[in-house]
């Protein structure tokens, strides 16, 4: 479920310019058109979490298993602008409430070696696009609209399906009594109005604003491509790397977590992901394309590790009553890295060119990352 609706986010770089090729839609509109897709998908999570809390997951699964078909059914036979926006936002809530869903299922069932638990589910959402991208590209080229209605059926059937499998544990099936006395029950849990009153989850806010550096390199990495001069099979297959780094790095910062601490190595997989921005700039300018593929990889697997952590720090932070509503708050840092991945660098990339655009995202994380790794240490 989780994978096949996060082919919406990264099976997009290989759908871009088909579909721009379809609407006839200029780059500043397809820069949008992603920036919808990340606002709806980021926005539904409060709502669907606060009604999977209430509730448990079967309503909202409900809920994106319609989107999700609606979305992608919608692009396959009517591409056009401004319909397109209105496909994508309806298709990203269902990414939302399905990742929302997904994401959150895990610490409710694990007390310990969450980041772990929370990064193995999370991986899904990319490496599915990793497995499915060469075939989406191609059948993009081949039959536009079969290929989007496919993917419309396939991603509703696994979401249905999951509607049915997956539920919430009982309290004393969710955990051991060790765990329990060691996780302190749920006394201190707090709601989403308390919590934006505090400073730690300011500051993990604005962490997981500029990861959003990300989604820049993720919606712009085939067209990047092509205009530094590498070769069409290099943009796909780094399109593909780019999902399959997100898919390691979110399990691999997700266990590094539980050894090292969250925070520190969230603070510092977003320095390294700057880093590796930089670097895979430089090498793409250099026209070295193996070495473009697999920096474009390696910035990606050290942006991911936040969405295999930050789950858990928010259940352990802020309490597990109110983990999914909590959490969706805090996903709404999201929408602004996907007001930046999309439109606003669209419009950079026209205004002082493509390279300057990537680094002065490159430049945002490191200095973020370096100031969250001292701002995070206390509590």
């Known amino acids: 479920m989780v994978g096949l609706a996060g082919t919406y986010q990264f099976a997009w770089p290989v759908l871009r310019d088909p ?3 379809q609407s006839g839609a200029s780059e500043t509109t397809i820069g949008a058109v992603f920036t919808v897709l990340i606002v709806t998908q980021t926005l539904a999570s409060f709502p669907s979490g606060w009604i999977r809390d209430q509730y448990g997951p079967r309503v909202p699964l409900l809920v994106a298993t319609l989107f999700l078909v609606v ?3 919608g692009v396959a036979l009517v591409p056009s602008v401004p319909e397109l926006y209105l496909w994508f936002g309806i298709g990203g809530a269902g990414v939302g409430i399905a990742y929302n869903v997904g994401i959150n299922t895990p610490s409710e069932w694990f007390r310990t070696r969450r980041g772990l638990t929370t990064g193995a589910v999370s991986m899904a959402f990319s490496l599915t ?4 991208i060469p075939f989406v590209r191609w059948g993009a080229d081949t039959d536009f609209t079969t290929t989007l209605l496919v993917l ?3 991603t509703g059937i696994a979401t249905l399906v999951a509607t049915f499998v997956i539920r919430d544990p009982s309290p004393e099936s969710a955990t051991t009594p060790d765990e329990l006395a060691s996780d302190g029950g749920d006394d201190g849990a707090v709601s989403w109005r308390e919590m934006i009153e505090t400073r730690r989850f300011w500051l993990l806010y604005a962490v997981f604003v500029v990861n959003g550096v990300g989604l820049m390199l993720l919606e712009k990495v085939v067209t990047y491509a092509g205009r530094l001069g590498l070769s069409t099979g290099t ?9 399959l780094g997100q898919a390691s790095g979110v399990v691999i910062g997700g266990a590094a977590s539980d050894r090292l601490g969250a925070e520190r190595t969230v603070s510092i997989s977003l320095i390294l992901c700057g880093l590796a921005l930089c670097a895979t700039v430089l090498v793409g300018r250099l026209e070295i394309g193996w070495a473009f593929v697999a920096l474009a990889g390696v910035t990606m697997a050290f942006r991911s590790p ?3 952590i930050l789950p858990g720090v928010v259940n352990e932070t802020f309490g597990e009553r109110y983990a999914s509503e909590n959490y969706g708050v805090l996903l709404t840092a999201k929408l602004w890295g996907g007001v930046f991945g999309g439109i606003v660098t669209s419009l950079l990339a026209t205004q002082i060119g493509w390279t300057p655009t990537f680094i002065v995202g490159a430049s945002s994380a490191v200095v973020v990352g370096i100031a969250a790794l001292f701002a995070l240490r206390s509590p």
Not at 129 to 132: A, D, Q, V
Not at 235 to 243: E, G, K, R, S, W
């Open 235 to 243: 943009a796909i297959t780094a399109a593909a790397v780019v999902a």
């Open 129 to 132: 696009s990793f497995l499915l």
């Open 306 to 308: 936040a969405f295999g």
């Open 71 to 73: 979305g992608y059914a």
């Open 19 to 21: 579909i721009g090729a």
């Open 152 to 154: 419309a059926a396939a």
